[in-house]
């Protein structure tokens, strides 16, 4: 399935109201509240923030069979890199640590009689170990 694309004439909290699944990805630029009725094109002229990358992103991330190669090699690596980099620590500071917790949590309640929790909680523990060294090794690329 295919979606129609966001522009930068688009509302914000249109775009947000329409998935708001978008809304960690409009964090990683620094928006946060007060957006109201503003167009994607003031926001990113406010807060000095690329809008053609910034519209491709919310694309990308609403629409998982876009994705616009030759738009992206025009972007300056920078914004790439920045982007990257706040993707890595939203995965690293909030995403694990909210998921461990969840999962530590329910091994821990004792409702579940399950023998699969410990196990599973083990399991995460490595990935997260091996998703760190990964992140790191990217951060120092």
Do not use: W
Request: aromatic share 12%; net charge negative; glycine share 4%.
């Amino acid at each position: 399935m295919s979606y129609k694309r966001f522009t930068p004439r688009m509302k914000l909290s249109d775009i947000l109201h329409t998935n708001y699944f978008l809304l960690p990805i409009v964090h990683r630029f620094d928006i946060r509240y007060g957006i109201g009725d503003l167009s994607v094109a003031e926001i990113c002229r406010e807060r000095s923030i690329d809008q053609d990358f910034f519209i491709e992103i919310l694309n990308i991330y609403h629409d998982e069979h876009y994705f616009p190669e030759a738009e992206l090699l025009k972007a300056d690596v920078r914004l790439i890199v920045g982007y990257l980099r706040k993707t890595h620590a939203y995965y690293v500071d909030y995403l694990l640590p909210s998921i461990d917790s969840l999962i530590h949590t329910l091994v821990e309640s004792g409702h579940a009689h399950n023998s699969t929790l410990g196990p599973v909680a083990s399991l995460f523990d490595e990935f997260s170990r091996e998703f760190r060294r990964h992140i790191d090794g990217e951060e120092q690329q």
